[in-house]
């Protein structure tokens, strides 16, 4: 008898459910509303009444964001509405003129790492709920947030506090002409007397203005950083007018040094303080100790030993 009452009871709260399945499944799949809202977007994307942003390589543009790929150009067209903090779990889609790919939230933006939907995000897509709310526009891996967007959009840069940080807060690099009393591997616990997570960091450093401060406490100390501006590849050795790219190839050298040395660029950089570096990962580790260091370029097979004192 039991048994029976069992299936009764499941069979019960199936049929109870069951209209709530059908709803959700149609929900899901039908965006035809948004599609029809969003079916003249092909590339550009109207942010603001003066400003556009795309994913598609420009000549001409106001600003350009080599950490997501973006670009700020002028605008003629009304702009979207872009809403923020869609949830995780939404029903969302990506649509464009050409296509609408429907599925789910499912990861958010980590640091400039681009959101995900749980389908394809291809570049210039507004991303949608199912009450055709914007929330960002697909980059081709993901899609950028719309905070972001209209960050860049207003500004043309991200912030920056002269640390680095993993998903765990774990400090993973430090540019130490800017910064003093943090080192690597101590933990974040706050931003700004708030919790520190990857979301407020974001908030508070990467779309800050330059010249702003932000608080940080550490599991040792609290101290004030000035926000400034976000710089591709950085490195300390920049402080030295010595630029590298993520090949470890030293693409720029200031007079100084090539007329003091004769080496031309590019040349490859094999070696600080004597240690071997192999990718720019461990170059920037390297380089969060030391103010002063002594680098070795090669260059036509011949190694170039340059202290460097500030």
């Known amino acids: ?15 109870l459910l069951f209209p709530l399945i059908v709803f959700a499944k149609n929900i899901y799949l039908d965006f035809s509303p948004c599609y029809y809202k969003y079916k003249d977007i092909q590339n550009i994307i109207p942010v603001t009444k003066n400003r556009a942003i795309t994913f598609t390589k420009q000549k001409d543009y106001i600003f350009y964001d080599p950490f997501t790929k973006m670009y700020v150009i002028k605008n003629n067209e009304s702009p979207i509405n872009f809403y923020t903090s869609p949830k995780l779990g939404w029903f969302m889609a990506a649509i464009n003129q050409d296509v609408v790919y429907g599925g789910t939230y499912a990861e958010d933006m980590l640091f400039l790492n681009p ?7 291809p570049k210039n897509t507004i991303i949608s709920d199912i009450f055709c709310r914007s929330y960002g526009v697909g980059n081709g891996k993901g899609f950028i947030k719309s905070e972001y967007i209209k960050h860049f959009v207003k500004y043309g840069y991200w912030g920056d506090s002269g640390i680095e940080v993993n998903q765990d807060m774990i400090v993973k690099y430090i540019d130490p002409f800017y910064v003093k009393g943090i080192k690597l591997g101590d933990k974040i616990i706050s931003i700004n007397n708030k919790k520190a997570t990857p979301k407020n960091f974001s908030k508070y450093v990467l779309l800050r203005k330059v010249g702003e401060v932000v608080l940080i406490k550490t599991n040792k100390l609290t101290i004030p950083l000035r926000i400034r501006r976000k710089v591709y590849n950085f490195t300390p050795l920049m402080h030295f007018g010595i630029v590298v790219d ?4 030293v693409i720029k050298l200031p007079k100084s040094i090539s007329q003091k040395t004769f080496v031309k660029t590019p040349a490859k950089l094999v070696s600080i303080n004597g240690k071997r570096i192999y990718s720019f990962d461990e170059l920037k580790r390297v380089l969060s100790f030391y103010k002063n260091v002594t680098i070795t370029l090669q260059k036509d097979g011949i190694k170039i030993t340059i202290p460097l004192r500030q």
């Open 1 to 15: 008898m039991k048994k029976y009452s069992f299936r009764l009871h499941l069979l019960f709260r199936f049929l």
């Open 115 to 121: 959101a995900k939907l749980s389908v394809r995000v």
């Open 246 to 249: 993520k090949n470890l190839n």
